[in-house]
């Protein structure tokens, strides 16, 4: 079992910047794949970065590559994802995720998730 909780999130206007801890608990936090993802209001919940373990890979969704970062730290048992260069559209609830499987951006595969942390972003 893994317990995961969010932090960081808030209120920041467009073109800000905030960045969003996962805290970990839980035996093998280090073997997983962990990520973030996002539902907006009236939205399913999409995919928005993973690290991938083998091979020490990150992978973005298209809307924000370059603008957001992954990183974990496994000593720490944290994922972070920091976000910059924030827009309007980024406005969200933002969950962590660990255990992602072999389809890393795809939500049914998820195995554990966390409360989720609100991010608005003003225009």
């Known amino acids: 079992q893994v317990q995961l909780v969010e932090s960081g999130g808030g209120l920041v206007q467009a073109g800000g910047s905030l960045r969003l801890s996962c805290a970990a608990s839980g035996r093998t936090f280090s073997s997983y794949t962990v990520g973030w993802f996002r539902q907006a209001p009236g939205k399913e919940r999409e995919f928005v970065a993973a690290?991938?373990?083998?091979?020490?890979?990150?992978y973005y969704a298209d809307s924000v590559k370059g603008r957001f970062t992954i990183s974990r730290d496994n000593a720490k048992s944290t994922v972070y994802l920091q976000m910059n260069s924030l827009k309007p559209d980024d406005t969200a609830v933002y969950y962590c995720a660990a255990d992602l499987g072999s389809y890393y951006n795809d939500p049914s595969y998820v195995g554990y998730w966390g409360q989720g942390t609100q991010v608005t972003v003003s225009s």
């Open positions: 690290f991938v373990w083998s091979g020490r890979k990150a």
